[in-house]
């Protein structure tokens, strides 16, 4: 009972840790309103004016704090126009005063398929996908240390050994205060890996869905 609830704690700090520094770098990454050196087709720029606008926050897909997502009418050199929505707070509300201009890409097969942003400098651009990049390893790492301590929380040392190893032969399971070191070797630490892997994918998913369904 004791390693049940020692579990339970380990797995609820590195939820809340993990999941709140996972939203504080992804709101770092969209603080960055330009265009991203990466992006690919035919360079544009134009002036776009700002249409009806939904704020969103303190927390959702963009991290914490509220952001602006606003419908935008861009001209762009040709004549034309594009109508599309910039998230983030690229633009907001108070740039309805006047004409922003943006620059960005479009795609050289479909011209209405385009992305804009602010100008911004590349070298600040480049920081963004190392960002998302680091975000979605921490988030990969919280979510397979947080659903192994809860896994073991929920069905106890005994199950959760049986669930990684097939079958728990006499004397086989350690104690409790060595349960996470001793792991098996060469293929059997393979497959045991392959089922922990599998069964807190499978966890986290119903974690999601509760929680989806909850929100």
């Known amino acids: 009972m004791r390693l049940r609830v020692q579990c339970f704690a380990f797995a609820a700090v590195v939820y809340a840790v993990g999941l709140a520094i996972c939203a504080a770098l992804l709101g770092v990454q969209n603080l960055y309103a330009g265009e991203s ?17 939904a704020r969103s926050g303190p927390i ?14 861009v001209s762009l050199p040709g004549p034309r126009q594009v109508v599309t929505v910039l998230g983030h707070s690229i633009v907001t509300p108070e740039d309805r005063g006047g004409p922003v201009r943006l620059e960005g890409h479009c795609s050289r097969t479909d011209p209405d398929d385009c992305t804009f942003g602010r100008g911004g400098h590349p070298l600040v651009g480049m920081l963004v996908p190392v960002l998302g990049m680091v975000s979605m390893l921490l988030l990969g790492s919280t979510l397979f240390l947080g659903g192994a301590f809860l896994m073991v929380a929920l069905l106890g040392a005994d199950l959760a050994w049986r669930l990684i190893r097939r079958r728990l032969r006499p004397n086989e399971r350690p104690p409790d205060d060595q349960w996470f070191t001793a792991v098996p070797e060469g293929r059997g630490f393979r497959i045991s890996m ?22």
């Open 37 to 53: 050196p990466l992006a690919s087709g035919a360079e544009v720029t134009g002036t776009a004016r700002i249409g009806e606008c």
């Open 60 to 73: 959702s897909e963009y991290g914490f704090g509220y952001w602006w997502d606003c419908e935008v009418t």
């Open 194 to 215: 392959g089922r922990l892997l599998l069964a807190v994918v499978l966890l986290n998913f119903v974690l999601y869905t509760l929680a989806a369904e909850l929100l």
